[in-house]
T-cell receptor, first 110, second 114 residues
Framework: QQQVKQSPQSLIVQKGGISIINCAYE??????FPWYQQFPGKGPALLIA?????SEKKEGRFTISFNKSAKQFSLHIMDSQPGDSATYFCAARRTYKYIFGTGTRLKVLA | GAGVSQSPSNKVTEKGKDVELRCDPI?????LYWYRQSLGQGLEFLIY????????KSGLPSDRFSAERTGGSVSTLTIQRTQQEDSAVYLCASSYGQGGDEQYFGPGTRLTVT
């Protein structure tokens, strides 16, 4: 019940395309759903986050879509750029404890 | 300002030796986390410190792992009698207050046990 399932494991997108990464959770007590971006040799950095009372949040080219009834949320990267090539992690938080997905390695082709 | 720093950045040790990994959180952040990131895996929660409260050690995989946080600032993760399966990147993160929305991660320590 504490798992966060993330898919796909890897993703290749053409420059200018849309990248979509999906996550699913089971525990309805989660209260915060962040996405992190990690470049090789660096720690993860918060990209965008959403709370369960909101169905969508957009920041620039990045959008989170949240479906509370389905217990799923997704990250959409519009107009994907080669600089977006990184590993993306979804997470879910209950009080202070975060559960992370297994990550999606995104490669954007120039 | 300075972010979260970790040292060493890389550590190679022989099986059976003890190692200490250090984390300097962002000044003023009361919450501190340790995570383990194995190849191809997500981040695995190890331990959480919040102010002067007792830490949540529920993620420590065995009694060979321990951590302390001195003066509410610097934290040290100690692994005793290292095993090859301990090889991973160990990440530290800090945030402002309990459940602070943004965790700031350090660059990690890559531990290799030979």
């Amino acid at each position: 019940q504490q798992q966060v399932k993330q898919s796909p494991q890897s993703l290749i997108v053409q420059k200018g395309g849309i990248s979509i990464i999906n996550c699913a959770y089971e525990n309805t007590a989660f209260d915060y759903f962040p996405w992190y971006q990690q470049f090789p040799g660096k720690g993860p950095a918060l990209l965008i986050a959403i709370r369960p009372d909101v169905s969508e949040k957009k920041e620039g080219r990045f959008t989170i879509s949240f479906n509370k009834s389905a217990k799923q949320f997704s990250l959409h990267i519009m107009d994907s750029q080669p600089g977006d090539s990184a590993t993306y992690f979804c997470a879910a938080r209950r009080t202070y404890k975060y559960i992370f997905g297994t990550g999606t390695r995104l490669k954007v082709l120039a | 300002g300075a972010g979260v720093s970790q040292s060493p950045s890389n550590k190679v040790t022989e099986k059976g030796k003890d190692v200490e990994l250090r984390c300097d959180p962002i000044s003023g952040h009361t919450a501190l986390y340790w995570y383990r990131q194995s190849l191809g895996q997500g981040l695995e929660f190890l331990i959480y410190f919040q102010g002067n409260s007792a830490p949540d050690k529920s993620g420590l995989p065995s009694d060979r792992f321990s951590a302390e946080r001195t003066g509410g600032s610097v934290s040290t993760l100690t692994i005793q009698r290292t095993q090859q399966e301990d090889s991973a990147v160990y990440l530290c993160a800090s945030s402002y207050g309990q459940g602070g929305d943004e965790q700031y991660f350090g660059p990690g320590t890559r531990l290799t046990v030979t």
